[in-house]
């Protein structure tokens, strides 16, 4: 079965500091994608960054990255230069490939405080 | 911009009661989705819809029921409310055009049955 695993609950940077989320995955496709997604206080889910399976160069959005390690089945968020309005609940997500209808598996998520 | 709209923010409801919420995306979105959010759990899928009048069960659809009668709009039903059911709610649709397409969600609806 598909799975994926956050094992960090919860984290903390300093402002203007770099911080990795990890993010492991189970599945037996060679086709899938992975998602980030970032939830503030406020509830709504915000997209940040998406990997595919097959894509050769690690997927970059702004200060997000992704460190896409296919052998080790692993897609950790890098948030580059933290800000004080990146504390959110960060979820990492997976779309299997079998799937036609776009169905997302969720991790637990981590929480992320920026202290200044 | 994609836009997910759900019906309420906050909401509460007594045990055994029939509770709908309301999900509308202006996409033209094939797919809709509905998760709840529970903390420690991450979110789960409870039903999703890839068409009008199309539904399939998602990890958890016990106590849940849903209807697509027009593509817009998407609503969960608890037939009868129950303590257990109190949760944050999370509606999303998405596209099924190209496999990176992101799931779009809505603020979410946090339920609390008493």
């Known amino acids: 079965a598909q799975k994926i695993t956050q094992t960090q609950p919860g984290m903390f940077v300093q402002e203007k500091e770099a911080v990795t989320l990890d993010c492991t995955y189970d599945?037996?496709?060679?086709?899938?994608?992975l998602f980030w997604y970032k939830q503030p206080s406020s509830g709504e889910m915000i997209f940040l960054i998406y990997?595919?399976?097959?894509?050769?160069q690690n997927a970059t959005e702004g200060r997000y990255s992704l460190n896409f390690q296919k052998a080790r089945k692993s897609a950790n968020l890098v948030i580059s230069a933290s800000q004080l309005g990146d504390s959110a609940m960060y979820f990492c997500?997976?779309?299997?490939?079998?799937?036609?209808?776009?169905?997302?598996?969720f991790g637990a998520g981590t929480r992320l405080a920026v202290h200044p | 911009d994609v836009k997910v709209t759900q019906s309420s923010r906050y909401l509460v409801k007594r045990t055994g009661e029939k509770v709908f919420l309301e999900c509308v995306q202006d996409?033209?979105?094939?797919?809709m989705f509905w998760y709840r959010q529970d903390p420690g759990l991450g979110l789960r899928l409870i039903y999703f819809?890839?068409?009008?009048?199309?539904?399939e069960k998602g990890d958890i659809p016990e106590g849940y029921s849903v209807s697509r009668e027009k593509k817009e709009r998407f609503s969960l039903i608890l037939e009868s409310a129950s303590t257990n059911q109190t949760s944050m709610y999370l509606c999303?649709?998405?596209?099924?055009?190209?496999?990176?397409?992101?799931?779009?969600f809505g603020d979410g609806t946090r339920l609390s049955i008493l």
């Open positions: 997500a997976m779309r299997d490939g079998a799937g036609g209808y776009n169905k997302l598996i």
């Open positions: 599945t037996s496709d060679q086709s899938y994608g």
């Open positions: 990997q595919g399976s097959y894509d050769e």
């Open positions: 996409m033209d979105h094939e797919n």
């Open positions: 999303a649709s998405a596209s099924t055009d190209r496999f990176n397409q992101p799931q779009h």
């Open positions: 819809s890839y068409d009008v009048k199309m539904k």
